[in-house]
C-alpha cells in the first residue's frame, strides 16, 4: 500500500489533531497521502486537499478518524465512486469505543504499521440499495452501509406503508416508521426499535416498525436475495426517507422505494485485539451489574 487517504471529523479537535500525526507519520515512510480538502484546511494547508468523492479511486487504504457515524459516510463515499473497487477502511474511534470503529487512539500506529506490512484481516459488509420512485420515475438512489429509514414529521399522524417481498404482500404497516437495516446496521436504529442484533456475517435484512399501531407487528428478517418495495399510504402526513441517518429526502403519497441487496461491499479491517462479540459486550454493559 503505497496510497494512503485520510477522512477525518473536522468538529472534533482531536480528529484533526491526530489526522496531522497520522500525516506525518505516512510521510515519513514516504507514502503518499490524500487528506480531504476540509482538513487539509484544518492542517494549515499541508497537502493540496481533496474533495470527499475524489479520494477513494486514488488510494489503496483509507484511515477514517473519528466515530462510527463518519465511517458510515466515508463507506458511502466509496461505493459511489464510479469505477468501483474494493478498498480497506480502518477506523479509528477517538471517543468511546465503537460497533465500527474498533481500534483505539493507542492502538493507531501498531496497527497501522501492520496494515501497511499486509498483515491485517479484513470483515466484509454487504451494503444494500434504495431507489426512491415518483410517478414511475427514479428521483433519489442511494447505497448504504447502516440502514433506510421512513419515518413521520414531528407532527405527523401515524404513516400507513404497504409492503411487499419479492412481488408478495406482505402487510401494511400502521406506525411512526419503518426500519429496513443490514446486519450492520441492526445495532443502530434497528436496535432502538426493538429489532434484533444480526451477526455481520449474516446474509439477510431486518424490516422493523417503529412504535407500530397493531402490537403484533414485530421485526421480520428476510433474505439478502429479497426485492423489498414500500409504498407511502399517506395524504397530508410529512414522511421523511433517510439513508444511513445522515441524508434526508421527503416523501409525497404514492411514493415506491425499492430495496434490494447493493452489488458493492464495505471492508472493514478487523482489529487485532477484539472481536465483534467484545465490542457489543462493551458497548452495550453485557454482564455488567
Same mark, same amino acid.
Not at 469505477?83 to 492502538?107: A, D, K, V
Not at 450492520?184 to 434484533?196: I, M
Given at each position: 500500500?503505497?496510497?494512503?487517504?485520510?477522512?477525518?471529523?473536522?468538529?472534533?479537535?482531536?480528529?484533526?489533531?491526530?489526522?496531522?500525526?497520522?500525516?506525518?507519520?505516512?510521510?515519513?515512510?514516504?507514502?503518499?497521502?490524500? %487528506?480531504?480538502?476540509?482538513?487539509?484546511?484544518?492542517?494549515?494547508?499541508?497537502?493540496?486537499?481533496?474533495?470527499?468523492?475524489?479520494?477513494?479511486?486514488?488510494?489503496d487504504l483509507i484511515v477514517v478518524l473519528g466515530g462510527d457515524g463518519t465511517l458510515i459516510s466515508v463507506a458511502r463515499q466509496v461505493a459511489r465512486q464510479e469505477n468501483y473497487r474494493e478498498i480497506p477502511i480502518l477506523g479509528i474511534?477517538?471517543?468511546?469505543?465503537?460497533?465500527?470503529?474498533?481500534?483505539?487512539?493507542?492502538?493507531?500506529?501498531p496497527c497501522l504499521e501492520r496494515v501497511l506490512l499486509g498483515n491485517f484481516k479484513v470483515s466484509r459488509r454487504m451494503m444494500l440499495e434504495a431507489v426512491i420512485i415518483r410517478d414511475d420515475r427514479e428521483i433519489k438512489r442511494f447505497?448504504?452501509?447502516?440502514?433506510?429509514?421512513?419515518?413521520?414529521? %414531528?407532527?405527523?399522524?401515524?404513516? #400507513?406503508?404497504?409492503?411487499?417481498?419479492?412481488?408478495?404482500?406482505?402487510?401494511?404497516?400502521?406506525?411512526?416508521?419503518?426500519?429496513?437495516?443490514?446486519?450492520?446496521?441492526?445495532?443502530?436504529?434497528?436496535?432502538?426499535?426493538?429489532?434484533?442484533?444480526? %451477526?455481520?456475517?449474516?446474509?439477510?435484512?431486518?424490516?422493523?416498525?417503529?412504535?407500530?399501531?397493531?402490537?403484533?407487528?414485530?421485526?421480520?428478517?428476510?433474505?439478502? #436475495?429479497?426485492?423489498?418495495?414500500?409504498?407511502?399510504?399517506?395524504?397530508?402526513?410529512?414522511?421523511?426517507?433517510?439513508?444511513?441517518?445522515?441524508?434526508?429526502? #421527503?416523501?409525497?403519497?404514492?411514493?415506491?422505494?425499492?430495496?434490494?441487496? %447493493?452489488?458493492?461491499?464495505?471492508?472493514?479491517?478487523?482489529?487485532?485485539?477484539? #472481536?465483534?462479540?467484545?465490542?457489543?459486550?462493551?458497548?452495550?454493559?453485557?454482564?455488567?451489574?
Amino acid at each position: 500500500m503505497k496510497r494512503i487517504g485520510i477522512y477525518a471529523k473536522c468538529s472534533h479537535p482531536d480528529a484533526v489533531q491526530v489526522a496531522g500525526e497520522v500525516l506525518e507519520w505516512l510521510e515519513g515512510r514516504r507514502l503518499e497521502v490524500f %487528506a480531504e480538502q476540509q482538513l487539509a484546511q484544518k492542517l494549515d494547508g499541508r497537502g493540496p486537499g481533496y474533495e470527499r468523492i475524489q479520494i477513494p479511486a486514488l488510494v489503496d487504504l483509507i484511515v477514517v478518524l473519528g466515530g462510527d457515524g463518519t465511517l458510515i459516510s466515508v463507506a458511502r463515499q466509496v461505493a459511489r465512486q464510479e469505477n468501483y473497487r474494493e478498498i480497506p477502511i480502518l477506523g479509528i474511534n477517538l471517543g468511546s469505543l465503537g460497533f465500527l470503529t474498533e481500534i483505539t487512539r493507542e492502538e493507531l500506529f501498531p496497527c497501522l504499521e501492520r496494515v501497511l506490512l499486509g498483515n491485517f484481516k479484513v470483515s466484509r459488509r454487504m451494503m444494500l440499495e434504495a431507489v426512491i420512485i415518483r410517478d414511475d420515475r427514479e428521483i433519489k438512489r442511494f447505497i448504504v452501509l447502516n440502514d433506510v429509514v421512513l419515518n413521520k414529521g %414531528a407532527i405527523a399522524r401515524i404513516v #400507513d406503508m404497504e409492503v411487499w417481498v419479492d412481488e408478495v404482500y406482505l402487510t401494511t404497516f400502521k406506525a411512526d416508521g419503518l426500519v429496513i437495516a443490514t446486519p450492520t446496521g441492526s445495532t443502530g436504529y434497528n436496535l432502538s426499535a426493538g429489532g434484533p442484533i444480526i %451477526a455481520p456475517g449474516l446474509h439477510c435484512f431486518v424490516i422493523s416498525p417503529i412504535c407500530p399501531h397493531m402490537l403484533a407487528n414485530r421485526p421480520l428478517i428476510v433474505s439478502d #436475495d429479497s426485492q423489498i418495495h414500500v409504498e407511502v399510504r399517506c395524504k397530508d402526513e410529512h414522511v421523511v426517507f433517510t439513508a444511513d441517518g445522515q441524508v434526508a429526502v #421527503d416523501l409525497q403519497a404514492g411514493d415506491l422505494i425499492r430495496v434490494c441487496k %447493493a452489488q458493492r461491499s464495505t471492508l472493514l479491517v478487523d482489529s487485532p485485539s477484539r #472481536d465483534y462479540f467484545e465490542v457489543l459486550r462493551t458497548k452495550l454493559g453485557w454482564g455488567e451489574r
